[in-house]
């Protein structure tokens, strides 16, 4: 299963290819598409569109894994976020692929262990993650991107082991569920 991670942002949006086989993830590409502030937000929005795009044409993408906006107290940096989310969404929308959404506290949990780590331990933690990370020379938006990816992989019911919700879990194992009121003691 190819993931695609993305860090969405109105100045930078990193993004993330992993490959994953069972429990083992790898890379396979990354990058962040660097907005100029001197552009417009629709050309921006454009650029953002047309680059995840390109990412679809590359490469099988099974899955879109996008980091949910922090807002803050801004309401403009809200919404040039949610812009930007928008174009990177709406790609993967017109490919017709599954995009799924993670808060930042999730992610960090995902892969630190700790919903309020630091950008550097996030970093490190993709880094020892990910096969063919350790040597790479990584800008935050791309190991956000990456940490994004991880954190599908754990969360996706195509992952080893792994389910969305309680719902998907007991569908795909109604076998395992008892009833309430059917359980019997064992003598």
């Given at each position: 299963?190819?993931?695609?991670?993305?860090?969405?942002?109105?100045?930078?949006?990193?993004?993330?290819?992993?490959?994953?086989?069972?429990?083992?993830?790898?890379v396979i590409d990354f990058g962040t598409i660097f907005?100029?502030?001197?552009?417009?937000?629709?050309?921006?929005?454009?650029?953002?569109?047309?680059?995840?795009?390109?990412?679809?044409?590359?490469?099988?993408?099974?899955?879109?894994?996008?980091?949910?906006?922090?807002?803050?107290?801004?309401?403009?940096?809200?919404?040039?976020?949610?812009?930007?989310?928008?174009?990177?969404?709406?790609?993967?929308?017109v490919e017709r692929v599954e995009v799924v959404e993670?808060?930042?506290?999730?992610?960090?949990?995902?892969?630190?262990?700790?919903?309020?780590?630091?950008?550097?331990?996030?970093?490190?933690?993709?880094?020892?993650?990910?096969?063919?990370?350790?040597?790479?020379?990584?800008?935050?938006?791309?190991?956000?991107?990456?940490?994004?990816a991880i954190c599908h992989a754990q969360n996706s019911?195509?992952?080893?082991?792994?389910?969305?919700?309680?719902?998907?879990?007991?569908?795909?194992?109604?076998?395992?569920?008892?009833?309430?009121?059917?359980?019997?003691?064992?003598?």
């Amino acid at each position: 299963m190819i993931i695609l991670g993305i860090d969405p942002g109105s100045r930078k949006t990193g993004f993330a290819v992993i490959e994953c086989e069972g429990n083992r993830r790898s890379v396979i590409d990354f990058g962040t598409i660097f907005l100029t502030e001197k552009k417009s937000m629709p050309e921006k929005l454009v650029r953002i569109f047309d680059e995840v795009g390109g990412l679809f044409r590359k490469f099988e993408i099974a899955t879109v894994a996008v980091e949910a906006g922090y807002y803050g107290k801004n309401a403009q940096s809200a919404y040039k976020l949610g812009y930007a989310r928008s174009a990177a969404v709406l790609a993967a929308a017109v490919e017709r692929v599954e995009v799924v959404e993670y808060s930042p506290r999730k992610v960090k949990q995902a892969v630190t262990g700790n919903g309020n780590a630091s950008k550097p331990q996030v970093m490190y933690m993709v880094k020892k993650l990910l096969s063919g990370a350790e040597g790479l020379s990584l800008r935050e938006d791309e190991a956000d991107a990456f940490a994004v990816a991880i954190c599908h992989a754990q969360n996706s019911g195509g992952a080893k082991g792994g389910y969305r919700n309680w719902k998907e879990f007991v569908a795909k194992n109604s076998h395992m569920v008892v009833k309430r009121g059917s359980l019997r003691r064992v003598k």
